[in-house]
């Protein structure tokens, strides 16, 4: 079943919409998509019910209840509440996100600059070779090349063609990287194709 | 007291007990028979000599040995001087003293023999001076048969007969037997009997007439003595005696008829009836009265005339080999001597022919007895105290028909090629045959025995015994090994002759006790001028014989050694003695040659099957062995047990145990140190060990935690530092640098496709960035949304992000205040969350208006997302003039791009990435799947320059620039202190670990 959904998908992608007489294909593979689609609402759904579930248990638990997990409960079943009472499109609800989530998430980011801050100091406290030294001196150059001070330098002859071969370090090294991706999404498919894996089946 | 030894276990009982408390033994006998031996035993025989009659002389007694001194002592108190130890110059033999100390004791013991039939030297003096009792018929029960050796012996031997029909002959010289034969080599020499009545089968003495000694006294005694009295003779004496009173013929009926169990083995092997049965008519005859003659008696006068009877040298006994070496310089000596202490038997000897020398050249005729061979025996040195014997000697002389001793007949019969040049007999010969046992050898050009000298003044049967000494070397084989000198070196020193008056013929021996006996009587020449005592008992200490320590064999040695003498450490019952002696018998004696016992005919015991009687082993037996008695040590102890209570009520008595002795024999225990012995190597492992134990033990310190104050101080300054350097965007226009005029390519691209966006062209946004990159995206997207209001695009805004729709709705709210006159109701839809995330775009790329049914305030208006004013007229996504992707995710770039990019078809997808997501994503750019692309703050800001509308990129531009400059300080001079700090707070740490 698994095998058939996914070559009837993979199908969808090599029919082009042009060729009608195989639109069944295409609309069998939008029937499948949908569900999917529909599958993975419901398994955010069911994700954020087994999340709340096992935070109240945390929460009633008779030995050391979990303090947290009140604070979880009490915000989720807060905010389906204003969700559903207020919907999403409300301006006020949606201070839920840019005045709480927000804020939150951002300042983990700037505890998280500290945090490197710190680590990249104490490297060479911890770790004393030549891979710590490349890799606090790679962290520097593309700091430096991220936030633009190198800038002024880079009309210099000969250094802006370096900089912009350093700056072109990282996108080959992404180019590498997505090709492995590419590569290992690929055979997943295959092997889910060709059944030799099958990670429905539970 | 001194304890009782049981006779028949051996072991040691109180003196007040009566019966044995181990076996049960009526101790009664046995209680007598200790009595003396006590005494014996005695140290104190000093005390004990004092006591002793004035008769006696106290020289003698101080030099002699205490029990010597006490069987001594105890013969002259109770009877008088026996009339064979008076010489034929009238001297008594006590008042010469050289008397043989032994051979006076034997008188001695008379008295206390009574009740004690083991004694048979005292039987001997009771013979010799209880004439008047009267005497009954021997009980053949009680007689022991370990007692009757040797009265089988002349029992046995016809040669004996003629001592039997003279009854007032004394009997044969107990001489014979010394005090070594009764240790455990006793047989060994008897033994060798057997050999001279082999011997005697081929030469019957001839003249058996010519030796009487003295027996008169035992003759009296066999006749008249009570049954009590017989009882206390020993066997072999009384044995003597009674064939004294019978015929010939009758003895020899009694031979024939006693019960071969009755006599010990070696006894019958030595004199079997056999033997005598094969006799010749001459030597029958020739021994007449003479057959009585014990066969050691006979042997004498067979030895003198049977110069030329050649008899073999094996079946002479080595111990008379011994007697007769030792007799010559004794016979060298009894020329000074006056003759006295002689028993009758030996006066008889001497009387018969007193004219006769028994000395070759220094022998004075008739003054002086000639030394007998008996005289090579201890306590017997002085020829001319005992007449008897030289009488005997008289008598074996070859003129005349002498009752010669069996033992004398074998001495002739020895000698195989008698030599008249040689005057001595042959008694080296028995010392050199030990010594040759011994491993020794001996030089031929020894001295000369004294009893040679004897037998060649005395008869021609003893100078032909002197002759023999030259054959010393054919004979020695005989020899046994009691009798070869333990020491070559004492040897030497001991066989010095006493006199060299007494010509000693070259190459014979003495041997070791031989050579004592001389010495001592050399003393007291010295000192007394008169008769030979012996300053020392052969068994005192080390002048003990040498024949007597081969005769012990070395585990009998370390009993005695380790027993006192006066206890028994055997534990042999008497029953099982199946030998007059229980001890081993010497190799010579128990290795009989083959030939020789075809050629005597006489069975050997194992052949004839007769067993050894069980036997008693006379007290004074075990009492005597030299042993023990000579042992300083042992010696010592009995003094102890033996002193006098002198005072307090227990004064007089003997045995008592002494407080003092206790109090001064104690000491104090040994101390042993504690301290071990241990080597330097030992005492350093020790040390290791004991460390290592040490720091098993001893608790490790606890590394103390290092605190996390420095961290906490370190992060908090990095954090300072960080405010500090974004405060830096109060500052109005701060920059620390300029952006760069050259743009980047992606961010001209996006800039031209939206500057080339017509009018109300329809811009699809997807918002796929989290809430934690809002800050960033949001000053890199402000710029181009705000391009798009500026060309007043329509812009429908989708997200698969569930917090993309509140995030999109924040960014247009942001750049409408800057640009106010754009109408965000009328111009732009918020399609919402795609649900499904990246997997919903497939579907929303083919059919959005499927995928996003909805807007995001269609529950709020009521108004479906696609029929929003600002939607009218879109179906797909290719109704839309440019779709631009503003995410942080390198993932959601490839899915748009993976998933909508091919179904955009003509449509150009753009995307505002992170700074983060750009690496991943430029390379799509390079590709052209994607037509334009910008990315973080500096993209933005240099999109908002690329616009010519600075803006908020612009504004917190510097800050950026100058937090990325404090991060960038912080970690090169932090690397630096932390590198310098870790290799200085490293080495204390590596030295700490090693």
Redesign the interface.
């Known amino acids: 079943m698994a095998i058939s959904v996914g070559l009837i998908v993979l199908l969808g992608?090599l029919i082009p919409?042009e060729m009608v007489e195989f639109g069944f294909i295409?609309t069998l593979r939008?029937i499948l998509?949908?569900w999917?689609?529909?599958?993975?609402?419901v398994a955010?759904l069911v994700g954020v019910l087994n999340l709340f579930l096992v935070h109240v248990g945390r929460m009633t638990a008779k030995r050391n209840p979990d303090r947290y997990s009140i604070l979880l409960v009490v915000f989720f079943v807060l905010s389906l509440g204003l969700g559903l009472y207020f919907?999403?499109?409300?301006?006020q609800y949606?201070k839920v996100?840019?005045a709480i989530?927000?804020p939150?998430?951002?300042s983990?980011?700037a505890i998280l600059?500290?945090?490197?801050?710190?680590s990249?100091?104490?490297?060479?406290?911890?770790r004393?070779g030549t891979m710590a030294v490349v890799f606090?001196a790679s962290?520097?150059v593309f700091?430096?090349l991220?936030?633009?001070?190198?800038?002024?330098v880079?009309?210099l002859p000969g250094v802006g063609g370096l900089l912009a071969f350093i700056q072109r370090l990282?996108?080959a090294?992404?180019?590498g990287?997505?090709l492995g991706?590419a590569l290992g999404s690929l055979t997943a498919g295959l092997r889910i194709l060709l059944g030799t894996d099958r990670p429905y089946s539970g | 007291m001194a304890d009782i030894i049981c006779p028949k276990c051996g072991k040691t009982n109180p003196s007040e007990a009566e019966s044995c408390f181990f076996c049960g033994e009526s101790l009664a006998s046995a209680g007598e028979g200790v009595d003396w031996l006590s005494g014996l035993r005695s140290s104190d025989w000093q005390d004990n000599a004092s006591e002793q009659p004035a008769g006696e002389e106290p020289l003698a007694d101080a030099e002699i040995p205490d029990w010597l001194a006490r069987v001594r002592s105890r013969n002259q108190d109770e009877q008088p001087e026996p009339d064979f130890f008076t010489s034929p110059s009238g001297e008594t033999p006590d008042a010469s003293g050289e008397t043989a100390n032994w051979l006076n004791n034997l008188g001695g013991t008379s008295e206390q023999s009574e009740g004690s039939a083991d004694d048979w030297l005292s039987s001997l003096s009771s013979a010799q001076f209880e004439e008047e009792k009267p005497q009954a018929p021997i009980p053949p029960a009680k007689e022991p048969s370990s007692k009757s050796w040797f009265s089988r012996l002349q029992r046995d031997d016809p040669h004996a007969s003629p001592m039997r029909s003279e009854p007032s002959e004394p009997p044969p010289m107990p001489a014979p037997e010394p005090p070594g034969p009764t240790e455990p080599k006793a047989e060994s020499w008897m033994g060798d009997l057997q050999n001279w009545g082999a011997n005697l089968d081929q030469e019957p003495p001839d003249q058996p007439e010519t030796f009487e000694p003295d027996f008169s006294g035992y003759q009296a005694e066999q006749g008249d003595e009570a049954p009590a009295v017989r009882a206390d003779l020993p066997d072999w004496f009384t044995e003597i005696k009674a064939p004294a009173e019978q015929t010939p013929a009758a003895d020899d009926t009694e031979i024939a008829s006693e019960a071969p169990e009755s006599r010990p083995d070696w006894l019958s092997q030595a004199k079997p009836a056999s033997l005598f049965a094969d006799e010749t008519p001459e030597q029958t005859a020739g021994s007449g009265e003479g057959e009585n003659l014990p066969a050691w008696l006979t042997g004498f006068s067979t030895a003198d005339e049977s110069e030329s009877a050649a008899a073999p040298a094996e079946g002479l006994p080595d111990w008379l080999r011994g007697a007769e070496e030792e007799t010559a310089p004794a016979a060298s000596v009894s020329d000074d001597q006056p003759p006295a202490a002689l028993p009758d038997w030996m006066q008889a000897t001497s009387a018969q022919e007193p004219d006769q020398p028994l000395l070759d050249e220094s022998a004075e005729p008739g003054a002086e007895a000639p030394s007998f061979g008996w005289s090579g025996f201890p306590g017997i040195e002085t020829p001319s105290e005992v007449p008897a014997a030289n009488e005997l000697l008289a008598g074996a002389h070859p003129p005349e028909p002498v009752e010669t001793p069996d033992f004398a007949a074998l001495f002739g019969q020895e000698r195989e090629t008698p030599s008249e040049a040689q005057p001595h007999p042959d008694f080296s010969a028995l010392t050199d045959e030990a010594a040759q046992a011994a491993g020794e050898t001996h030089a031929p050009e020894a001295e000369a025995p004294d009893l040679s000298a004897l037998f060649a003044t005395g008869a021609a049967g003893v100078a032909a015994f002197a002759a023999k000494a030259g054959e010393e070397q054919q004979t020695s084989e005989d020899l046994p090994d009691w009798l070869h000198p333990a020491d070559e070196a004492q040897v030497d020193s001991q066989t010095t002759p006493a006199e060299p008056a007494v010509e000693l013929p070259p190459g014979a021996d003495m041997p070791d006790w031989l050579s004592k006996f001389d010495e001592a009587r050399q003393a007291d020449l010295e000192g007394i001028g008169e008769l030979t005592f012996d300053d020392k008992d052969p068994f005192i200490d080390d002048q003990r014989p040498t024949w007597l320590q081969n005769i012990q064999t070395p585990e009998k040695e370390t009993e005695a050694s380790s027993v006192s003498p006066l206890i028994e450490p055997e534990a042999t019952s008497p029953e099982d003695l199946k030998t007059p002696f229980q001890v081993e018998l010497p190799e010579w004696l128990n290795q009989q040659p083959a030939g020789e016992a075809a050629q005597t005919g006489a069975p050997s015991v194992d052949e004839t099957g007769e067993e050894l009687a069980k036997a008693d082993l006379p007290s004074w037996v075990e009492d005597l062995r030299p042993l023990e008695a000579v042992i300083p040590g042992e010696v010592k102890k009995d003094a102890s047990e033996s002193q006098i209570e002198k005072a307090g009520p227990l004064a007089g008595i003997r045995g008592v145990l002494q407080g003092e002795d206790i109090s001064t024999s104690y000491r104090k225990p040994p101390v042993y140190s504690a301290r071990l012995n241990v080597s330097e190597r030992q005492r350093s492992q020790a040390a290791i060990l004991e460390n290592l134990m040490a720091m098993e033990t001893s608790p490790k310190a606890v590394p103390s935690e290092p605190s996390r104050a420095p961290a906490m101080i370190l992060r908090v300054v990095i954090a300072l530092l960080l405010i500090l350097s974004l405060l830096t965007m109060l500052l109005p226009n701060f920059r620390l640098v300029e952006l760069p005029a050259a743009y980047p390519a992606g961010l001209t691209a996006l800039h031209d496709r939206v500057e080339a966006l017509p009018a109300d062209a329809a811009v699809l946004l997807a918002v796929d960035y989290e809430p934690g990159f809002s800050g960033e995206m949001r000053y890199a997207a402000s710029a181009v949304v705000e391009h798009l209001m500026v060309k007043n695009a329509r812009m429908l805004f989708v997200s698969t992000v569930p917090t993309g729709p509140v995030l999109a709705d924040q960014l247009l709210a942001q750049v409408n205040l800057r640009r106010s006159e754009y109408l965000l109701a009328d111009r732009t839809v918020n399609l919402g969350y795609l649900p499904g995330g990246t997997t919903s775009l497939l579907e929303f790329a083919h059919n959005p208006k499927a995928a996003a049914p909805s807007a995001l305030d269609t529950p709020l208006t009521g108004i479906p997302a696609w029929e929003h004013q600002a939607a009218l007229g879109l179906n797909s996504l290719q109704d839309f003039s440019l779709v631009i992707v503003l995410t942080d995710s390198p993932e959601t770039g490839r899915a748009w791009i993976e998933q909508v990019q091919p179904v955009l078809s003509q449509v150009p997808l753009a995307m505002v990435t992170s700074a983060q997501a750009a690496p991943l994503l430029q390379p799509y750019y390079d590709s052209g799947q994607i037509q334009g692309m910008t990315s973080g703050m500096q993209g933005g800001a240099m999109y908002e320059q690329r616009t010519g509308r600075v803006s908020t990129a612009n504004q917190f531009l510097g800050a950026f620039q100058s937090g990325s400059l404090a991060g960038i300080l912080l970690i090169i001079v932090g690397g630096i202190i932390s590198a310098v700090l870790g290799v200085s707070g490293r080495k204390p740490a590596q030295k700490g670990k090693a």
Do not use: N
């Open positions: 992608y919409p295409l939008s998509v949908g999917a689609v529909i599958l993975a609402g955010a919907t999403p499109a409300d301006p949606q996100v840019t989530q927000v939150v998430e951002t983990l980011m600059v500290v945090t490197l801050t710190f990249s100091i104490r490297l060479f406290q911890r004393k606090a962290a520097l700091l430096l991220g936030s633009g001070l190198l800038a002024p880079q009309d990282p996108i090294g992404g180019r990287i997505l991706i």
